[in-house]
């Protein structure tokens, strides 16, 4: 078994954010996006300003997955007017969880997912919710598997390019 620390990520951490953000995007859409789109994304998204500024949000959360010194994997939580659509004080939004791709299948991403719902729990939400792309199967697999249902659609850009993400919300128990 691995030991997994999940820590939440400070304004001190950007380098580490931005360095595991880019390399974890790029793993995931790279073989399946232009080069040029997926730079003009990696740019854009994953600057240190941009990255500052969701950092020092009060309504956004970012925890890192860590093994002994290695930042393998992140997530970034979005509450009440930062959610991406929404906007919902109820709800919690998963805008984003990756892991390295050496680390896919070792149950990294259920560690980050677990924590979301964790904090949702703790704060007494209604219910948490994500966008997803349609053409990403292993992540919608892996939110059906989580109990995690779709209620609508909505356009994802990256780079030049509009794309459409599912929008999958789990209700919770309280």
Do not use: C
């Not at 959360?61 to 992140?74: C, H, N, R």
């Amino acid at each position: 078994m691995l030991d997994i620390q999940i820590n939440k990520i400070t304004l001190s951490d950007i380098y580490q954010l931005q360095e595991i953000s880019k390399q974890t995007f790029y793993e995931s859409f790279s073989a399946v996006n232009t080069e040029e789109n997926m730079a003009k994304y990696l740019e854009e998204e994953f600057s240190i300003k941009k990255l500052g500024a969701e950092l020092i949000d009060i309504n956004s959360e970012f925890y890192f997955a860590s093994m002994v010194d290695k930042i393998i994997g992140y997530i970034k939580l979005n509450f009440g007017p930062s959610q991406t659509e929404l906007k919902e004080n109820h709800a919690l939004e998963i805008e984003r969880i990756y892991v390295l791709k050496e680390f896919y299948g070792k149950n990294i991403g259920q560690l980050l997912y677990n924590k979301a719902i964790q904090i949702a729990e703790l704060k007494k939400l209604d219910y948490v919710w994500l966008g997803v792309w349609e053409e990403n199967p292993r992540a919608i697999n892996f939110y059906k598997k989580n109990g995690f249902e779709e209620f609508d659609k909505h356009l994802f850009k990256l780079g030049n390019e509009e794309q459409t993400d599912i929008m999958m919300k789990l209700k919770l128990n309280k």
